[in-house]
């Protein structure tokens, strides 16, 4: 059922030859003309190699993609962008704000069926997937919205990863409950007939899946292949697992050694090196790895311990061989009444993502990248590497504080062009400078505002140059004749979005109230605007949940605060309020991740 590369690169290129404004670059995923129109670059085909993909026109593309399981089934029904607020509108307005935020990709079900109001299949305004429940019926109707989507989503070069049939969907009163072999080839036929004309889709299967239902993906991915469609198709099991096996390398059903199934995703909330450099290892059909699936962020706003996760997974998949990285949000996934609002304030996507997309796919090469599992070119200690989580999600995550996890990966090209190395803590790193091409330069870079800072050393070691922008010691290793571009300040809606972090926190216990002394850290995504001084106030949350401000005091930089806290309280944080200057300068308001207050002393 393998069909050839060419033919699925060909099929588009017409697509993007007939586009001839000028350009203005706007992403991994896509250029925007200067009339308004896009030239997209979407993931449409393998390379030769089998380890990365290709876009229309046959160049490398990375993947970046969010997570929106319900937003074609949800949008709209909570009034958006007002009065009169159609699915459509919902769409159009996603795609532009995600696309501006570097994201070339999202992941959405086509039957819904994950958590949230509408589990049964049906939009939110009632209308069901398929005529009389009867699995590959397509209802017009239903399935006009996800054209739109489609749609919406193309005109912002995004591709769209589809589920067509995910775990969620296939349960007891789920509108995939009833899937077999049979009415999945109607089904694949249908969707086949439908999409083969869209250029931005990329089809998925399952989703904490365990293997189960491999007879009717299969009958549904052999339909979709027998009409012609060449868009490329994927599967991702449960956590801990790549599309072919899990975390013991034990084979997962047999629909993901499928020759239909053309790149692994994996699912992983364990450090990401792990699983992502286990896929790239595996033996059989060599194909693009992508760090599909894990931690969210957790926070509508910011939360510190998000912020490092979220940094080592994306710098830690990209240098051990994945092909782009997801990022999800709790705030958004289930597309509920505060998702929309909620995107413009979600500060990782709105900094550290697009700043890292731009200079990584900025490398002449990037592609080339292999990553270094023998230490042939890292000669310095890497710190522990982490072991393996049984599959099935039962295992525990990875913590950010915890000191082992200090793992340094890296990856170099065979041609000795380019080597980029990450280290989620302050180090020095030696490398065998022997596997790189004459004339390299050495740089680091800033994980969260993309910034680059010369690196200075014997030439073969490199010590890293101090805390980051957001007072981290977590940096990347860009060696090679290419000099990583420095992103300039991130234009954002309406403000300047940023962090504020309560770090290295000590409690002294008292008989009426606890003392808090911890040090406070305000970083704004404009890396170059100066933070005026600012005024704060620590809140505590009382028992129902309420917040309730205890003491306030003001910043001027990195500062040590002193408060009293009242046993009364559960949690405390610093709230930032939102701030215009003279000159018209906006910061956006901050809320910082929150410290448990300790116990009253018996």
């Known amino acids: 059922m393998k069909r050839s590369i060419s033919v699925a690169v060909a099929a588009l290129a017409v697509a993007v030859a007939a586009v001839a404004a000028p350009v203005v670059e706007t992403g991994a995923g896509s250029s925007r003309a200067a009339g308004g129109a896009t030239t997209a670059h979407w993931i449409r085909a393998v390379s030769a190699t089998g380890r990365y993909f290709l876009d229309q026109n046959g160049a490398p593309v ?26 459509r509108a919902v769409f159009a307005s996603y795609a532009a704000e995600q696309a501006a935020n570097g994201f070339n990709g999202v992941l959405t079900l086509a039957v819904s ?51 067509l049939a995910s775990s969620y969907a296939e349960a007891s009163g789920g509108a995939l409950s009833g899937l077999n072999p049979t009415n999945g080839a109607a089904y694949g036929t249908a969707i086949g007939a439908r999409y083969q004309g869209r250029p931005n889709i990329v089809y998925e299967f399952g989703v904490d899946d365990f293997g189960y239902a491999d007879a009717s993906y299969q009958a549904i991915a052999d339909a979709i292949r027998a009409t012609g469609d060449t868009h490329l198709i994927t599967v991702q099991h449960m956590a801990e697992s790549n599309s072919r096996t899990d ?58 311990y998000d912020w490092h996760v979220l940094a080592d997974n994306l710098g830690w998949a990209l240098t051990s061989g994945s092909q782009g990285s997801y990022y999800g949000s709790e705030a958004t996934w289930e597309w509920g009444s505060g998702a929309h609002a909620a995107l413009s304030q979600l500060t990782f996507p709105n900094g550290p993502w697009p700043a890292t997309i731009r200079w990584f796919t900025s490398l002449d090469g990037w ?46 090209a065979p041609d000795g062009t380019l080597a980029v190395l990450y280290t989620p803590v302050a180090r020095t790193i030696s490398v065998d400078t022997t596997k790189l091409a004459a004339g390299f330069r050495a740089n680091w870079v800033d994980p969260y505002s993309g910034a680059v800072v010369a690196a200075t050393g014997s030439g073969v070691s490199y010590s890293t140059p101090g805390p980051n922008s957001h007072g981290d010691g977590n940096w990347y290793l860009v060696l090679g004749a290419d000099t990583p571009i420095t992103p300039g300040p991130t234009p954002q809606p309406g403000a300047y979005h940023g962090s504020a ?15 808090l002394e911890a040090r406070l850290v305000l970083h704004y995504v404009c890396s170059s605007c100066a933070s005026p001084r600012r005024p704060v106030k620590l809140q505590g949350r009382l028992a129902d949940g309420s917040w309730r401000t205890i003491a306030r005091s003001t910043y001027r930089k990195p500062v040590v605060l002193r408060f009293r806290v009242p046993y009364r309280f559960r949690k405390v944080r610093v709230k930032v309020p939102a701030f ?9 308001g901050l809320v910082s991740n929150r410290l448990k207050v300790p116990r009253k002393p018996m």
């Open 367 to 412: 592609w080339k990248l292999v990553p270094d599992f023998g230490s042939s070119f890292i000669t310095s200690a890497r710190g522990t590497k982490l072991a393996a989580i049984p599959s099935g999600g039962n295992g525990g995550g990875y913590d950010a504080t915890d000191p082992q996890n200090d793992y340094l990966t890296g990856a170099v």
């Open 501 to 515: 972090r309560l770090k290295s926190a000590t409690w002294t216990r008292g008989s009426g109230a606890a003392r």
């Open 247 to 304: 975390s013991a390398s034990s084979p997962i059903g047999t629909f993901g050694a499928d020759a239909d199934v053309d790149h692994d995703e994996v699912y992983s909330y364990n450090a990401s090196y792990l699983e992502t450099q286990r896929d790239y290892q595996l033996s059989g059909p060599t194909r693009p790895t992508l760090f599909a699936n894990g931690h969210y962020d957790q926070s509508a706003t910011n939360d510190d």
């Open 580 to 588: 215009e200057t003279g000159g018209g300068s906006r910061y956006a």
């Open 113 to 163: 069926g994950a958590a949230g109001s509408h589990q049964n299949g049906t939009t939110w305004d009632g209308i069901a997937p398929f005529v009389s429940g009867a699995i590959g019926n397509l209802n017009n109707a239903y399935w006009t919205r996800v054209d739109q989507f489609i749609d919406a989503m193309a005109a912002q070069g995004i591709t769209v990863i589809l589920n």
């Open 62 to 87: 990375a993947l970046f993609w969010d997570h929106q399981w319900n937003l074609i089934a949800n949008a709209g029904e909570w009034k958006e962008l007002g009065a009169g607020t159609t699915p």
